[in-house]
C-alpha cells in the first residue's frame, strides 16, 4: 500500500471512517428553515401554545440530545437543533418548557467546564464548540424550577377538586388522565434538577461534598422508576431540525440518529452509578489504589463526564495536593517505599543537605508525571496508548537522573555502590516504565492491533520486560534476606541538623507530678528525638506491601510465561497461524516496526529485546513439547494459588480484587483446556481458539 510517511496508525485513527456516526455523518438539504423564517411564516408554536403531550415529547427528546453531545456528538448535531435554544428568552414562554430547557442549558454549561478542566480528552470523547450559541444565561434557575413545581401542585391540587385553583388550565382535555400527565412532566423536571444539583456539589464543593452526593443519590432511583411509566407523547413539526447547521453553518455535517427515550434513561442510570463510585475517592491513598480505581471505571464503561468529574476531583487546584487534602510528596514516597523499600528520608531530606533541593525537584517531577499518567488512563485507549508511549519519555529522564541520585546520597552517607547492592531509586523508576511499556502492548489487545500469528510474539516481549522487574525484586528480596542487619543510608546520622531544635525542659509539661523532672532540669535537643534516647540508624525492613508487590509481579510474570510456553508449543506443531508473506517486510522488519514505540523509549535502560532473541528462544524449544506443556500447566496452577493469597492480603482494595479474580479465571480455564487436551494438541482437527477477557488470553480447543 502506497502511503505517505508522515501517516502513522496513530493519524490513520483520526481519518474520516465512511459511515460512522461521528466522523462522516452525511447531510441532507430539503426543508431546512431557519428560526426567523420558521416564526414569520408561523411554523413553529410558542411553548405556552403546546400541548401536554408536546411538552413531554420536546422534554423527552432534549433529554436523548444531552447523551448524545455527552458521547461525543457536537452540539450542532445535538441539542442545538431543537430551535427553542436558539433564542429561548423570546421562544420559552411558559413556566414549564422554560425551566426544563434552561435547566438543560445549565447542566450542559457545568458539563463543558468540567470536560474543558479536565484536559484529559478529545474529539473523540467531547466537541466542547458551541457555534456562537450560549450556554450561560444570567437567569436564576431555582426560581424558574420553583415557578414550574409550583404551578404543577396547583393542577395537581385542582384534580383533587380543590375549586380554589379552578382558573389553573388544564394541561390535556381527559381528566381521568390529567394526574398522569402532571406527574410524568414533574418528574422530568425533578430529575433535571436533582442532576443539576449532583454536579454544582462536584462542581463548588469537589471533595469536601461528596457525602451530600451520597446523601441525595437515593432520590434518582424513584424518580427513574415513574419515568419509565408509558405516557403519550409527540413532538410538533419543525421544533427539531436535524439539518439546520447545513443552513447555517455550511462546513458542518449533520443529520444524527437520536438515541430513544428508553435507552437514555438507562444512560442516566449508569451515571448515578458513576457517581456512586465517586463518593468513595476520599478512601484512595495510594498511586496503585487510584490506578486500579480508574482501571474499575474502565471496566464499568463509565462515560466521559464521570471520568472528567473524577479527573477534577483528584487533580485538584492545588498542584501540591489530590483529593484536596493528600500531599504529592507523600503518595511519592508512600509509593517508593511501597515498590523499593526507599527510605522517605531520602526524599524529605533535610535542608541543611546539599541534596534537598535536587530531592525536591526529583519528588516533584515524580509527581507531576503520576497525576499526568492518572490523566491519560481516563482517555480513550487509542489515545490513551499514545500519550503513554509519550510519557515514558519523562520516565525515561527520571530514571536516569534516580541512577545518579542513588550514586550521590551514597555518597553522602559514606556508602559505597556497586553493582552488589541495589540502586533503589533506579530500579524504581525502572519499574514504572516497564509497567507503562506493558500496558501500552495491553491495549493492542483491547483495539485489536495484533493478528493471530503475532500474539506469541507480542507475549515473549511482555513476559521479557516483565521479568526485567522480577528480577529487581527477586534481588531486593535476595539482598534484605542475605543482609538482615545492614542499615538503611544513614544520612542523619553524617549531617548535622540544628534547624529543629529549641530549648525546652526535657520533661515536657511543666507540671508532672510524681513522675516529672525537677524544675530548671533543661537540656537542648533534636525535636525529633526522643528525650534521653540517642538515636540509632534504622534497619533495612521487608514490608508487607513489599512483600504483595513481589508476589503480584511474580504471578504476573508467571502467567505470562505460561501463556507464551503453551502459544511456543503451538507454533512448533503448527497450531499457530503463520505470518502473511510480504515481498517489503520480512519478520524481523515487522517485529522491528511492531515494538517501535515501545524499543526506542526503553534504549539504554534495559536489555534490548530482539528478533534474534525470540528466534533463538524457539529454535531451543523445538525438542521439547511436552515440557512445555507441562511447564504451562504448573505455572497456570501456580497463578491461581497466588492470586488467592493476594486477595486475602490486607491492602488489597476491592478493584485490585476484581483484576485478580480476572487473571485467576483466565489461568484457570488455561490449566483446565491443556490439562483435558494435553494428548490432543498434535492431533488433526483440534484447533487453538484465542478469546480475550480485560486483556487475558483464554485459549480453548475444539474439534474443526
Known amino acids: 500500500m502506497l502511503r505517505d510517511d508522515e501517516l502513522t496508525l496513530y493519524t490513520a485513527m483520526s481519518c474520516i471512517e465512511l459511515m460512522d456516526r461521528k466522523t462522516d455523518s452525511g447531510s441532507m438539504m430539503d426543508n431546512i428553515y431557519t428560526l426567523p423564517e420558521l416564526l414569520q411564516g408561523n411554523l413553529i408554536p410558542f411553548a405556552a401554545d403546546l400541548s401536554a403531550d408536546q411538552i413531554i415529547g420536546i422534554m423527552d427528546k432534549v433529554f436523548s440530545l444531552e447523551f448524545m453531545w455527552y458521547d461525543g456528538t457536537s452540539l450542532a448535531q445535538s441539542l442545538w437543533t431543537c430551535l427553542y435554544f436558539h433564542n429561548p428568552e423570546t421562544m420559552l414562554n411558559d413556566h414549564i418548557l422554560r425551566a426544563y430547557l434552561f435547566l438543560t442549558l445549565k447542566k450542559a454549561l457545568l458539563i463543558k467546564k468540567f470536560i474543558d478542566e479536565a484536559a484529559a480528552f478529545d474529539d473523540e470523547d467531547f ?27 396547583k393542577m395537581e391540587q385542582k384534580c383533587a377538586g380543590n375549586e380554589e385553583f379552578n382558573d389553573i388550565p388544564s394541561l390535556q382535555e381527559d381528566p381521568d388522565l390529567e394526574l398522569s400527565y402532571i406527574r410524568a412532566i ?51 413539526e419543525y421544533i427539531f431540525q436535524d439539518d439546520i447547521f447545513r443552513r447555517l453553518f455550511p462546513d458542518v455535517n449533520t443529520t444524527k440518529e437520536c438515541i430513544s427515550f428508553e435507552d437514555s434513561i438507562a444512560r442516566q442510570e449508569k451515571l448515578v ?13 495510594s498511586i496503585n489504589q487510584i490506578e486500579c480505581f480508574v482501571y474499575s471505571m474502565e471496566r464499568k464503561n463509565c462515560d466521559t463526564l464521570t471520568k472528567a468529574i473524577f479527573v477534577n476531583l483528584f487533580n ?88 545518579l541520585y542513588d550514586i550521590e546520597i551514597s ?74 542487619n545492614e542499615i538503611i543510608l544513614p544520612i542523619q546520622n553524617n549531617v548535622q541538623n540544628n534547624t529543629n531544635t529549641s530549648n525546652r525542659k526535657r520533661g515536657g509539661r511543666r507540671n508532672r507530678g510524681k513522675r516529672g523532672r525537677k524544675k530548671g532540669n533543661t537540656q537542648t535537643r533534636n525535636v525529633n528525638q526522643r528525650p534521653g534516647k540517642k538515636r540509632k540508624p534504622k534497619k533495612i525492613k521487608i514490608t508487607e506491601s513489599f512483600l504483595n508487590k513481589n508476589l503480584a509481579i511474580n504471578t504476573e510474570a508467571r502467567y505470562y510465561n505460561g501463556v507464551l510456553n503453551l502459544l511456543i508449543a503451538l507454533k512448533i506443531i503448527g497450531k499457530l497461524p503463520e505470518a502473511p508473506d510480504f515481498t517489503f517486510g520480512s519478520p524481523q522488519t515487522r517485529f522491528e516496526a511492531r515494538f517501535e514505540i515501545i524499543d526506542e523509549k526503553l534504549a539504554n535502560i534495559l536489555p534490548r529485546l530482539t528478533y534474534d532473541k525470540f528466534s533463538e528462544l524457539i529454535e531451543v524449544s523445538k525438542a521439547s513439547i511436552a515440557d512445555l506443556v507441562e511447564s504451562s500447566m504448573k505455572f497456570f496452577n501456580q497463578v491461581k494459588i497466588d492470586t488467592k493469597k493476594l486477595m486475602q492480603k490486607r491492602d488489597v482494595i476491592t478493584v485490585q480484587v476484581e483484576e485478580l479474580k480476572q487473571l485467576m479465571m483466565a489461568s484457570l480455564n488455561n490449566y483446565m483446556q491443556l490439562q483435558l487436551n494435553s494428548t490432543k494438541l498434535n492431533t488433526p482437527g483440534v484447533e487453538p481458539i484465542f478469546l480475550f477477557s480485560n486483556n487475558f488470553l483464554h485459549i480453548k480447543f475444539e474439534n474443526q
Not at 430529575?191 to 469537589?206: D, G, Y
Open 127 to 153: 466537541l466542547p464548540k458551541t457555534f456562537g450559541f450560549k450556554l450561560d444565561y444570567d437567569i436564576d434557575i431555582d426560581e424558574l424550577y420553583d415557578n414550574a413545581i409550583d404551578l404543577l401542585n
Open 273 to 285: 452509578e458513576g457517581w456512586e463510585m465517586l463518593t468513595s475517592v476520599y478512601k484512595l491513598k
Open 186 to 236: 414533574e418528574s422530568r423536571l425533578t430529575l433535571s434538577k436533582e442532576i443539576l444539583n449532583i454536579l454544582t456539589i462536584f462542581q463548588n464543593e469537589r471533595n469536601s461534598g461528596l457525602n451530600s452526593v451520597k446523601h441525595d443519590l437515593p432520590k434518582f432511583e424513584d424518580i427513574i422508576e415513574q419515568l419509565k411509566s408509558p405516557i403519550q407523547s409527540s413532538v410538533p
Open 411 to 484: 555518597k553522602l552517607a559514606n556508602i559505597t555502590v556497586d553493582d552488589k547492592k541495589p540502586h533503589r531509586f533506579y530500579m524504581w523508576m525502572a519499574d514504572w516504565i516497564v509497567k507503562i511499556s506493558v500496558y501500552v502492548l495491553r491495549l493492542g489487545f483491547d483495539l485489536e492491533l495484533y493478528d493471530d500469528h503475532e500474539y506469541i510474539i507480542v507475549y515473549w516481549y511482555i513476559y521479557s520486560l516483565l521479568n526485567q522487574i522480577r528480577s529487581h525484586h527477586n534481588f531486593m528480596m535476595e539482598y534484605n534476606k542475605k543482609y538482615p
Open 316 to 403: 485538584s487546584d492545588n498542584s501540591n495536593v489530590i483529593f484536596e487534602n493528600i500531599p504529592i510528596s507523600e503518595i511519592v514516597t508512600k509509593d517508593g517505599a511501597n515498590t523499593y523499600g526507599l527510605p522517605k528520608k531520602h526524599m524529605l531530606l533535610s535542608v541543611n543537605t546539599p541534596l534537598n533541593e535536587e530531592v525536591c525537584d526529583i519528588v516533584e517531577k515524580i509527581g507531576k508525571c503520576m497525576i499526568d499518567y492518572i490523566k491519560i488512563l481516563c482517555s480513550n485507549p487509542s489515545r490513551r496508548r499514545m500519550k503513554l508511549t509519550d510519557c515514558l519519555i519523562e520516565w525515561k529522564y527520571l530514571l536516569i537522573i534516580g541512577d
